[in-house]
């Protein structure tokens, strides 16, 4: 896997995680396309033998591809809600990285939930809740928090809020990510086709009897 497929994959799971966070404030459960168990599964992957085990199949992003190239591509489709939380994923990435109290603390409940899921055989459930926790204790106080829109009834449900909390976590995460695999913000203007192009031929990799014709933006 190239580099350009590294950092539009990543891209593809922020815009995943995002895309999934709206449908939870809207209408408070997912359906089955945004993998969500994938995203979740990338946060522990703190050590993986090669980038393609930090997501799994490439048809796990096969959602956030067709996401971001909603965005990023020549289309009317452009969601700003979802534009907007990137963006703000992006910034709070950043942010994180430069508190380096932040980034210690965060890995060392990383690893205690990978214990405890692969040692212990923890609730899945009981995973979820402890990685809103970890967002909320290391990354939200690291600035202003994103502004989640949604139905107020469905955001005071814990449940909700912890699915949201644990998705924007994995979200950091793959811009984390990201930036490691040589991601730049210069990259939106001046390698947009780039982006594109590699994002369409990934999409054919996930969907191997799909016809090229339905694969243009």
């Known amino acids: 896997m190239n ?4 950092r539009t994959l990543a891209l593809a799971a922020i815009a995943q995680a995002c895309a999934a966070v709206k449908q939870l ?22 050590d993986p033998e090669s980038f393609s085990a930090i997501y799994g199949d490439v048809t796990n992003l096969n959602f956030g591809l067709k996401v971001l190239l909603a965005q990023i591509g020549a289309t009317r489709n452009k969601d700003v809600e979802i534009t907007r939380y990137m963006v703000g994923v992006l910034a709070l990435a950043r942010r994180f990285e430069r508190n380096e109290k932040a980034v210690t603390a965060l890995g060392q409940r990383i690893n205690q939930l990978q214990r405890q899921q692969h040692d212990f055989q923890f609730e899945h459930d009981t995973i979820l809740t402890g990685m809103a926790g970890a967002y909320s204790d ?34 950091i995460r793959s811009a984390i990510l990201w930036r ?4 730049k913000r ?32």
């Open 138 to 171: 290391f990354i939200s106080p690291l600035g202003r928090p994103l502004q989640i829109h949604g139905k107020p009834d469905l955001l005071q449900q814990k449940n909700v809020q912890n699915q949201i909390r644990a998705l924007l976590l994995a979200a």
């Open 180 to 183: 490691q695999v040589g991601g």
């Open 25 to 46: 404030a809207r209408h408070g459960q997912l359906s089955e396309e945004f993998e969500r168990d994938a995203l979740l599964q990338s946060v522990l992957e703190q």
């Open 186 to 217: 210069r990259h939106f203007v001046l390698s947009r086709r780039r982006m594109v192009s590699t994002a369409l031929d990934l999409i054919r990799i996930s969907n191997p009897n799909r016809p090229n014709s339905e694969s243009s933006t």
């Open 3 to 6: 580099e350009w497929q590294q």
